[in-house]
């Protein structure tokens, strides 16, 4: 174990942090122009920003695979279980071998992560909860555009059923 070395994957946890607060920060802005065009009912512009979002979980994944990476060799590197009590090695753990510069901005880093994420989360349910309420408001649309007019009859085996015939939707296609 040398200090360049360490020094060299500390420093790709840095970038890779960096790299993961600034996608944070994009999937934020895709989610507010999410959340505006549901506003507006612009069903074109909630198509491109789902797009959008789904390509930017993409980079997540290859993100996270690059943390893995990194993380496994830091743990090499300083002799650190990569897994403790069945759970993955937490980045304060790490942070402890760090001189003191480094574990610092390491620290500032992971802070403004967490940060971001919270912000990404609060518009998800800001999303979900809009979501929701088209839902019901889709539903309810729905129902009305295939009930009919007819009044519930006795069917041949006794229940009451609508009459037979085309229905509103069948009717205009």
């Known amino acids: ?28 802005a895709v989610i507010e122009v999410k959340l505006q065009a549901m506003r507006r009912a612009d069903v074109e512009g909630m198509i491109a920003a789902a797009r959008s979002e789904s390509e930017l979980t993409a980079k997540f994944s290859e993100l996270d695979a690059t943390r893995r ?14 897994i403790e009590d069945g759970r ?14 480094l574990a610092g901005r390491i620290a500032k880093l992971a802070e403004t992560l967490k940060e971001r ?4 989360a609060e518009s998800n349910r800001v999303v979900e909860l809009a979501s929701r ?15 009919d007019e007819s009044q519930p009859t006795y069917s041949a085996g006794g229940g009451v059923s609508r009459a037979k015939g085309p229905r509103v939707l069948d009717a205009v296609g």
């Open 69 to 82: 990476s990194v993380v496994d060799r830091l743990c090499s590197q300083y002799g650190t279980p990569a």
């Open 117 to 120: 994420m919270l912000k990404v």
């Open 133 to 147: 309420e088209l839902l019901v408001h889709f539903k309810t649309l729905f129902e009305a555009m295939v009930q």
């Open 1 to 28: 174990m040398t200090p360049a070395r360490t020094n060299t994957a500390a420093l790709e946890l840095v970038e890779l942090l960096k790299s993961l607060i600034s996608l944070q920060e994009s999937l934020h």
């Open 88 to 101: 993955p090695v937490r980045l304060s753990t790490l942070r402890k071998r760090f001189d003191a510069p």
